[in-house]
């Protein structure tokens, strides 16, 4: 039982460094190339407060 625990201990810790290392590895997209500047004036108008009357 104690041996099966820390296996099962074991693969799930290097799984995640094996995760975490291979993100380091991935490209970083800049995709704010892509975003259309209209989308970006109406997020700032839709983050206003509302005006008060």
Do not use: E
Not at 5 to 29: E, H, V, Y
């Amino acid at each position: 039982m104690f041996r099966r625990t820390i296996t099962c201990l074991l693969l799930l810790f290097s799984l995640a460094a094996g995760t975490g290392c291979m993100s380091w590895r991935m490209p970083k997209f800049n995709l704010n190339d892509y975003r259309d500047p209209r989308a970006v004036d109406i997020d700032s108008r839709l983050a206003d407060p509302p005006p008060q009357d």
